[in-house]
């Protein structure tokens, strides 16, 4: 048992060590579809949050190169399997259901200059 939670603790820091500081480019108010004029299609990104629609920001962690070699970020809650990929200038693609479940579920497009 307590190897059980010796590897629990090794991993859950490993994976905490291969957090990276949020790429610029990520940064900042998107809109699904290009919807910027529509609160509730916001994505809005901070170095260390991230808030969808009107709802509470909450905690996130970004990987440089975590998928197919592009900065990509997930939240910070166990068990939560969505991330948000930087896939092209100016676009981001949701994963819903997480990574190797299918395409993204959403695209979203930079609001703003």
Request: net charge positive; hydrophobic share 45%; charged share 15%.
């Amino acid at each position: 048992m307590r190897r059980a939670f010796a590897l629990i603790a090794v991993l859950m820091a490993s994976s905490q060590a291969a957090a990276d500081s949020a790429p610029n480019a990520m940064l900042g108010t998107w809109a699904k579809d290009g919807k910027c004029s529509l609160p509730s299609e916001r994505l809005v990104v901070t170095p260390t949050t991230v808030a969808m629609g009107e709802g509470k920001p909450a905690a996130i962690v970004f990987y440089t190169h975590e998928v197919s070699g592009r900065p990509t970020f997930r939240w910070a809650v166990q068990g939560e399997v969505a991330n948000v990929q930087y896939v092209e200038p100016d676009t981001l693609a949701f994963y819903g259901l997480g990574w190797g479940m299918g395409g993204p579920t959403a695209a979203y497009r930079r609001c703003g200059p």
